[in-house]
């Protein structure tokens, strides 16, 4: 029987995830907000989502009491005996008569190891096996991360600057760029490089370049990737990649790709009333949720 795993998402990058995932040889059985339930051929190996859990328990979602929460609970989690201490942490999508906290001690009180609660703040010591709870409005499901810590954290990650983007989004843009090999890739406001690192490692025989306006954003670049050329302003890219400031320093109507060059395809994410000059048709648009935020990846050509 092939093993299940739910898959996390940011919110609006879903069916991109799933695509990835289905082209990728595995089999998605169920998507909504934020997860999909994946039947796996063989290890999964996703650049999109946020983490990836192997699924331990599942019953029928127990609705919005606390009656039936406790009742899901004891069925949950009969089978499951930890050896060691763990942190339980907990989503729900719809209204319900409990929080993600009561969801959380609800299920570490019942697992007879040391438990963890979030409630007051306090987070599990470092290397701690974390379990996720969700309830998706069909199902409850009890999942344990596979591996040590979530796959948004990235090991090239070394550096950081106000703004960065989140790891996987820079890869749903990477791949909705639709890089080729021997192509040239520019980022105008690169930041700490991540679109740019992210595209790399899906097409590491393009050709990259990233330029920002401040010289720490540059420091972080290289130290991210040194292999990617920093600083430059190619002519005629193939391909552009743009982050430009959707929360901070430019107006919320900003229109940043003015002084951009033309490509043969734009992937930008871009704030609520930011948009593209004249230049650009846009052939594609996903709204995400990213830090109580709401940009948009928009997927542009030139002159369509």
Excluded at 260 to 271: F, K, Q, S, T
Aim: charged content about 25%; hydrophobic content about 45%; proline content about 10%.
């Amino acid at each position: 029987m092939p093993a299940e795993f739910l898959v996390r998402t940011v919110t609006g990058l879903e069916d991109l995830t799933a695509a990835e995932i289905t082209e990728a040889g595995h089999r998605v059985v169920d998507v909504t907000k934020r997860q999909l339930v994946v039947e796996a051929a063989g290890p999964v190996t996703t650049r999109l989502a946020d983490d990836l859990f192997a699924v331990r328990a599942v019953v029928p979602d127990p609705g919005r009491t606390r009656a039936g929460l406790r009742q899901a609970v004891a069925r949950l989690t009969a089978d499951l005996a930890p050896d060691g201490p763990v942190g339980v942490t907990a989503s729900f999508t719809g209204s319900r008569n409990f929080s993600r906290f009561d969801v959380e001690d609800a299920v570490g009180a019942r697992l007879g190891a040391p438990y963890f609660s979030r409630r007051h703040g306090i987070a599990p010591p470092p290397g701690t096996p974390d379990l996720r709870v969700t309830l998706d409005g069909k199902a409850m499901w009890l999942g344990a991360r596979p591996h040590p810590v979530p796959l948004h954290r990235r090991a090239w990650r070394r550096a950081t600057v106000v703004g960065s983007l989140h790891p996987p989004v820079a890869a749903a843009m990477a791949r909705l760029a639709d890089i080729r090999p021997g192509q040239v890739v520019f980022d105008p406001c690169c930041g700490a490089g991540t679109l740019l690192v992210e595209a790399r490692i899906q097409v590491p025989g393009a050709h990259y370049h990233g330029a920002d306006l401040d010289p720490a954003a540059i420091r972080a670049a290289r130290l991210n990737d040194p292999a990617i050329a920093w600083r430059t302003r190619p002519d005629g890219p193939d391909r552009v990649l743009a982050n430009p400031p959707w929360g901070v320093r430019l107006p919320g109507d900003a229109v940043p790709s003015r002084e951009w060059p033309e490509a043969g395809r734009l992937v930008a994410i871009l704030g609520p009333e930011q948009r593209l000059d004249r230049r650009w048709t846009t052939v594609a648009e996903y709204t995400l949720t990213v830090a109580g935020r709401h940009p948009r990846i928009v997927v542009a050509l030139i002159g369509k």
